[in-house]
Nanobody, 115 residues
Framework: QEQVVESGGGLVQPGGSLRLSCTTS????????MGWYRQAPGKERELVAI???????NYADSVKGRFTISRDAGRNTGYLQMNSLKSEDTALYYC?????????WGKGTLVTVSS
C-alpha cells in the first residue's frame, strides 16, 4: 500500500529552524507534485509550499523568504526547510503527494514554535 510519512517536527524557539522530511512509496514516475500543508488549532488546513515534478515551486505569502521546499527524486523524499520560525507557524504539517489519479496524505508532523 502506497504511503506518505512525515518526520522532523518538534519544539523550536522563535527564530529557530527545522527541516521536515516527507518520504513516500508512491512511484516517482507517477508523482505530479509534492506539497506541504499545515493546520493550526481552530483553523483550516492551508497550503504552505509545493514543488512540481519539473522543479517549479510555489509558496504561501506568509512563508516566502523563510521556507524552502525541495525534493530528492532519487530517494523519493521531499523536504521543507523552515527558517526564522514564528509562533504563528505552529501547526500540524502534512505532506501531500499528488498523482494524476489521486492524492496521498501523511498523518502529519507537529511543529511548535514557542519560547
Amino acid at each position: 500500500q502506497e504511503q506518505v510519512v512525515e518526520s522532523g517536527g518538534g519544539l523550536v524557539q522563535p527564530g529557530g529552524s527545522l527541516r521536515l522530511s516527507c518520504t513516500t512509496s508512491v512511484s516517482i514516475f507517477s508523482i505530479n507534485r509534492m506539497g506541504w500543508y499545515r493546520q493550526a488549532p481552530g483553523k483550516e488546513r492551508e497550503l504552505v509550499a509545493i514543488i512540481t515534478s519539473s522543479g517549479s515551486t510555489n509558496y504561501a505569502d506568509s512563508v516566502k523568504g523563510r521556507f524552502t521546499i525541495s525534493r530528492d527524486a532519487g530517494r523519493n523524499t521531499g523536504y521543507l526547510q523552515m527558517n526564522s520560525l514564528k509562533s504563528e507557524d505552529t501547526a500540524l504539517y502534512y505532506c501531500n503527494v499528488k498523482t494524476y489519479v489521486r492524492d496521498y496524505w501523511g498523518k502529519g508532523t507537529l511543529v511548535t514554535v514557542s519560547s
